[in-house]
Nanobody, 125 residues
Framework: QVQPVESGGGLVQAGGSLRLTCAAS????????VGWFRQASGKEREFVAA????????SYADSVKGRFTVSRDRAKNTAYLQMSSLLQEDTAVYYC??????????????????WGQGTQVTVSS
């Protein structure tokens, strides 16, 4: 079973940009949807974005639309989350995960069954 591995987190000033990477370990993302989720301290995990590997179809949470872009490089078996115009409220641990949710369920964390270890994103004022 493919294991997603995140990288690219760090400290950035508000208004800045950061790109997260999700690489496939031990397999391929073929046939999966790669989802990005985040969890801020003291809060529940929430959906950020998702991309279906087969056709590149994407979904976004309203809170990140127009600021974040999810993409994939099929040759590198890697997904990306480009984050721009970052806000302090974007501070969280970001996770990527793989699953096979139907379109209407892409935001449901229960539809994903393989999770990365997470990467910290901190946005300072």
């Amino acid at each position: 079973q493919v294991q997603p591995v995140e990288s690219g987190g760090g400290l950035v000033q508000a208004g800045g940009s950061l790109r997260l990477t999700c690489a496939a370990s031990g397999g391929s993302f073929n046939g999966y949807t790669v989802g990005w989720f985040r969890q801020a301290s003291g809060k529940e995990r929430e959906f950020v974005a998702a991309i279906r590997w087969s056709d590149g179809g994407t979904s976004y949470a309203d809170s990140v639309k127009g600021r974040f872009t999810v993409s994939r490089d099929r040759a590198k078996n890697t997904a990306y989350l480009q984050m721009s115009s970052l806000l302090q409220e974007d501070t969280a641990v970001y996770y990527c995960a793989t699953g096979r949710p139907i379109l209407s369920a892409r935001a449901d964390a229960n539809m994903y069954y393989s999770w990365g270890q997470g990467t910290q994103v901190t946005v300072s004022s």
